[in-house]
């Protein structure tokens, strides 16, 4: 997987790149250490930065290339993640404002829309990730949103859950009343649409993360996606994006969306 570290100089997008590296250790593919430098005055602290974050990369055995772009921080990781054919971006609190407000308004969410990768947005400093949370809804885009955790724990050494929320309110008059309060062994034991695609998610995960497990919720999605970050203990949260017919950016959906800005560890948008 070739990682892309964005980085504006600045401690936040440090501890992101740190996060990035765990995901980066073992793995034989290139990794690359992108500075970005809005403002000519903060080329002396991006040099500083890629010291120290160098020397961290070469700590464990990565193959790094380091560059240096000018210009605004989104056009600029943007361009660079599709000319070196970045499978994925970490970013985190890149520029002056916090990472809630670009969440809202501009940097973090218009790579996400427009990356040609999956996107990890870090929160905060995570020393270690031990726990996986990747939600899926069905069907193939889930089961690439599960392919994408798998991944990422073969090279962190983490476990994972695979989580599906089932709605409260039965969708139709013919819908099977105890699904609604059921596990994910009954749903996968019974064979229904639900335990089908659990079952696959499992089998997609077990040659890169042996170590995982499936679970349903039973709720509003969001609200029940962020009890289980909450009560889990996870260091990673995997969701979906989905992508326009016709057009090359990404449409965030609500979940998604609400995701990104209220869910409290790092979040991965799988492309």
Known sequence: MRILLCTDGSPEAAKAARFGMLIARDSNEPIALLGVVERRPDTDQMHTAFEALGAELQSIGAQCEVKLRHGY???QILNEAEEWHADLIVIGQLGQRGLTRFLIGSTATRIVQYAPCS???VKGERSALRKILVCTAGGAPGLHDVEMAGRVA?????S???LHVMSQVPVSEDA???DLAATADDLIARHTREGVHLRSALETLMTRAPDCQAKVRHGFVIDEILAELR???YDLLVVGAHIARGLTRWLLDDVTA???EEAHVPVLVAR
């Open 73 to 75: 921080a989104a056009e």
């Open 119 to 121: 996107v990890l947005l």
């Open 154 to 158: 073969e090279h962190a050494q983490a």
């Open 160 to 162: 994972v859950t695979v």
């Open 176 to 178: 099977y009343l105890p």
């Open 231 to 233: 009560g889990g203990d």
């Open 258 to 260: 609400h995701l990104l």
